[in-house]
């Protein structure tokens, strides 16, 4: 139930900016999108699926500032006797893009706090907790027109040394490909 709730919210942020779209400059928008990417290093995970929200606002012609969030889903693997879980990242971050020129390349990274969530175990056949978070980063460089972005990154959530299991360090990370749509807000 809470997961349709959110995703009724979602529909709605999404129809009501789409609805107050002006052909305009475009300077506000909201960024919807989509990922894919292998873990690295793979010790506890093997790949990952997710979803972008993102909010941007265009302080000058080539520089935006915002805010994102989203979804990633990191699918735990085996790992010499250990049986990792799948794990998500919800991250809060700031966002952060510069546009070099109106379509074409561009480069950004969103910096800040990636809540991990999923089973409180690390691995299925281990005691030792999961995680909450950590610091948040995700670089990333692609090609841009007034709708589409298309991106490499690298996503990371760093732990530090919760969630290690003997030679296991406990990665929250993934090198991996994406799209966006933007969503005209208006001025």
Avoid: C
């Amino acid at each position: 139930m809470k997961m349709f709730k959110q995703a009724v919210l979602l529909a709605g942020i999404v129809t009501a900016g789409a609805v107050s779209a002006q052909n305009s400059q475009m300077t506000n928008m909201l960024k919807v999108g989509a990922n894919v990417g292998l873990a690295v290093p793979a010790d506890n995970a093997s790949a990952s699926l997710g979803v972008d929200v993102a909010y941007q606002n265009l302080i000058t012609p080539g520089f935006g500032l915002g805010i994102a969030t989203g979804y990633t889903h990191y699918f735990g693997k085996d790992n010499n006797g250990i049986n990792n879980n799948d794990v998500g990242v919800i991250p809060v971050a700031a966002l952060l893009r510069v546009y070099p020129k109106q379509t074409g390349f561009y480069f950004g990274a969103d910096l800040g706090y990636g809540f991990l969530v999923g089973n409180d175990k690390v691995a299925s056949n281990s005691t030792v907790d999961r995680p909450d978070g950590g610091f948040y980063l995700k670089p990333e460089i692609g090609y841009h027109n007034k709708d589409w972005n298309f991106f490499v990154q690298y996503q990371k959530v760093f732990t530090g040394d919760d969630g290690k299991i003997g030679g296991q360090d406990y990665n929250v990370g993934n090198i991996g490909v994406g799209f966006s749509y933007n969503i005209p807000l208006g001025k």
